[in-house]
């Protein structure tokens, strides 16, 4: 009888949320995957567990308040990683990821308590993680741009000996770009449209936050204003050249470590043969003795 019971107080929840669901005309799991992956960027599929996790993320983010100073610079933030969420929402997604792992601590805290300290800190861990995804992500952005900023100095010193047309040289760059310097050259070509070129190089620039791109909008304004700054930039390639070199250089002097670490299994293979062969012939000499 127990068990009917159990059965009939599972259904009848079921069927009262579906009723709620209809007359609330909350959108299905299906609706919320599709939306969840017309919203992202980048070409990856929505799974079951990131649609229910996004959905209560975005309930959640009504009750999430951000200071003022610090709501403006996460939304900075978050528009220069190319990620589309609002601040609000962003961390309400982390403290829903980290609320949910904290959760597991209650099965837990019934089947093996020794392990609920353990899972409690993996939920501060997921915590902190989520809140810095948007700063390293727009770290990593900001690397890739950054390897390719000579290139582009060398481009404009040699394109201002010829033409002083600075959203001409911008376009013009864009179509060799990387896809990411690229997509970033076109919000700034279609901010100068829109509005003014300093204004627009100027926001360009505190997107990024980035000195070695700060020169270079100081150089490209300068330009804008009539100064003559072919020698600018010739020295700013220059300096940009010894930057890379010394930054090849710190990416070379990490690889001998690793090779480190083969050598030694190397020879470590090396002596276990020679080992071998010795301890072979020992015992075959010491056979033919008796």
Same mark, same amino acid.
């Given at each position: ?12 929840? #079921? ?18 995957? *599709?939306?969840?992956?017309? &919203? ?14 996004? #959905?209560? *993320? ?25 990620? &589309?969420? &609002? ?27 020794? =392990?609920?300290? *353990? ?7 997921? !915590? ?68 003014? !070129? ?6 360009? +620039? *505190? ?5 070695? %791109? &700060? ?7 300068? =330009? ?7 020698? !600018? ?40 043969? !020679? ?5 072979? +012939?020992?015992? #075959?000499? %010491?056979?033919?003795?008796?």
């Amino acid at each position: 009888m127990t068990p009917i019971i159990y059965l009939f107080g599972l259904f009848f929840a #079921t069927g009262l949320f579906f009723i709620a669901a209809d007359l609330l005309k909350l959108p299905t799991l299906a609706t919320n995957k *599709a939306m969840l992956e017309v &919203s992202r960027q980048r070409n990856v599929k929505a799974n079951i567990m990131d649609t229910l996790l996004r #959905t209560t *993320a975005v309930k959640a983010s009504r009750f999430v308040y951000i200071d003022p100073y610090k709501k403006i610079r996460m939304a900075h933030t978050l528009t220069a990683a190319g990620l &589309s969420e &609002s601040p609000e929402l962003f961390t309400a997604q982390a403290i829903v990821k980290a609320g949910f792992i904290a959760m597991m601590a209650l099965p837990c805290f019934v089947v093996m308590p020794l =392990v609920v300290p *353990a899972v409690l800190f993996l939920a501060i861990l997921i !915590y902190f993680k989520e809140i810095r995804k948007a700063d390293e992500a727009l770290l990593e952005k900001r690397s890739q741009i950054e390897l390719e900023l000579p290139r582009f100095v060398a481009t404009i010193t040699q394109e201002l000996k010829a033409s002083r047309d600075v959203l001409s040289i911008l376009e013009q760059y864009k179509k060799n770009a990387s896809e990411t310097f690229s997509d970033e050259l076109g919000i700034l070509v279609a901010d100068m449209r829109s509005s003014s !070129y300093e204004a627009a190089l100027t926001r360009f +620039e *505190a997107r990024f936050n980035s000195p070695m %791109l &700060s020169d270079i909008t100081r150089g490209l304004t300068a =330009v804008l204003r009539g100064d003559d700054n072919v020698v !600018y930039f010739q020295m700013l390639t220059h300096d940009m050249k010894q930057l890379e070199l010394q930054r090849l250089k710190a990416q070379a002097m990490k690889i001998p470590p690793k090779i480190r670490v083969f050598s030694f299994a190397m020879l470590m293979c090396f002596m276990v043969t !020679y080992i071998a062969v010795i301890v072979y +012939e020992i015992i #075959t000499s %010491l056979t033919g003795l008796f």
